[in-house]
């Protein structure tokens, strides 16, 4: 079952503007994580949130964490035509025996015109 | 550079007909997983190794079978692919299993069943 929902599913921006992607997720988590995909290619992992974090900065990356609304968020600052890929937020579960599996969420698609 | 490598990227195979999809890793990574991703859709766990100990997500069909012979290789067997079978496979490694830890895909594999 789906654990991490990402919103929105599309999202196009001109260069330079700021881009932000939500997750939200169901059951509590030790951990949260983002991840990048350009188009047919692999995952690239961005950033690692813990639960008892509140927010992580990467470069031009923000992530926020908020478990009291199960719900995680994706800042890109001033964003380059590089930055088009689809964003995936992935969670573990924080029971059970599945823990260490990563659930990934539907993504989403992020395009950035020059 | 240390890496996740798959091969093929790209796999034709007709319906009903064998496939083995490749992985290897120059990271020394003790866990291995594959992936199904679907076109827009997320990566579904397959299945994962934690050294030599598989481990099978209860919905994965039969169809699908994994080895690894040694801490470098990786490889999924789609004994009978059908037309449903046809997706990117990712390959991923990690230190340890665990969500605190990232995960280093490959490019993927994008199989066509014909």
């Known amino acids: 079952s789906q654990q991490g929902e990402e919103d929105p599913q599309a999202l196009s921006i001109q260069e330079g503007e700021n881009a932000t992607m939500n997750c939200s997720y169901k059951t509590s988590i030790n951990n949260l994580q983002w991840y990048r995909q350009n188009s047919g290619r692999g995952l690239v992992h961005l950033i690692l949130?813990?639960?008892?974090?509140r927010e992580k900065h990467s470069g031009r990356l923000r992530v926020t964490l908020d478990t009291s609304k199960k719900s995680s968020s994706l800042l890109i600052t001033a964003s380059r035509a590089a930055d088009t890929a689809s964003y995936f937020c992935a969670t573990d579960l924080g029971y059970g025996g599945s823990q260490g599996n990563l659930i990934f969420g539907k993504g989403t698609k992020l395009s950035v015109k020059p | 550079d240390a890496m996740v490598i798959q091969n093929p990227r790209y796999q034709v195979t007709q319906f009903g007909k064998p496939v083995t999809l490749s992985c290897s890793q120059t990271?020394?990574?003790?866990?291995m997983y594959w992936y199904q991703q679907k076109s827009s859709q997320a990566p579904k766990l397959l299945f994962h190794?934690?050294?030599?100990?598989?481990?099978n997500e209860a919905d994965t069909p039969d169809n699908f079978q994994s080895r690894r012979p040694n801490t470098s290789f990786c490889f999924l067997d789609i004994r009978s692919p059908g037309l449903g079978d046809a997706a990117m496979y990712l390959c991923a490694t990690s230190p340890r299993w665990g969500g605190s830890d990232e995960q280093y895909f490959g490019p993927g594999t994008r199989l066509t069943v014909t």
């Open positions: 990271l020394n990574h003790n866990v």
């Open positions: 949130i813990r639960s008892n974090e």
């Open positions: 190794y934690y050294d030599k100990d598989f481990n």
